[in-house]
């Protein structure tokens, strides 16, 4: 089963590491599980999904959720995290519908600039099966 509500995006900032480790501990107690793969931290929830790919330039995101108020609650709870880094660390999040295979929306819309492992991601959902 495909979430029907998903949206990817990409923020610039640095250090990205460090800034991922920071939006999983600060979202440890609403998720029900926090998956590392290489580059990348899957945050599981009830009716939904984030995953944080740490890229060179900064970190892109994408969000599904099976309902529209999962998806808006998970999303508020990134730019909330978001909103905790520094001032000025972050000036925009540009939010892009998504379908199918995790970051392909975010990789057409900027194109490959980031140097960084391409390969799709299975969803939490997709797992399960």
């Not at 970190?59 to 998806?71: G, N």
């Amino acid at each position: 089963m495909t979430y029907q509500n998903a949206t990817e995006a990409f923020v610039a900032l640095q250090p990205a590491p460090y800034v991922v480790e920071k939006i999983c501990r600060w979202n440890l107690k609403v998720c029900l599980s926090i998956t590392v793969r290489e580059d990348d931290r899957l945050l599981d929830f009830e009716d939904g999904c984030a995953i944080i790919r740490v890229v060179k330039d900064g970190l892109i995101f994408r969000i599904s959720a099976r309902d529209l108020v999962t998806f808006y609650g998970i999303r508020t709870l990134i730019e909330g995290s978001l909103g905790k880094l520094p001032c000025g660390s972050i000036r925009s999040i540009e939010w892009l519908p998504a379908q199918g295979v995790p970051f392909r929306a975010i990789y057409e819309h900027l194109g490959d600039r980031f140097g960084h492992n391409t390969n799709p991601v299975a969803l939490p959902d997709q797992q399960r099966r």
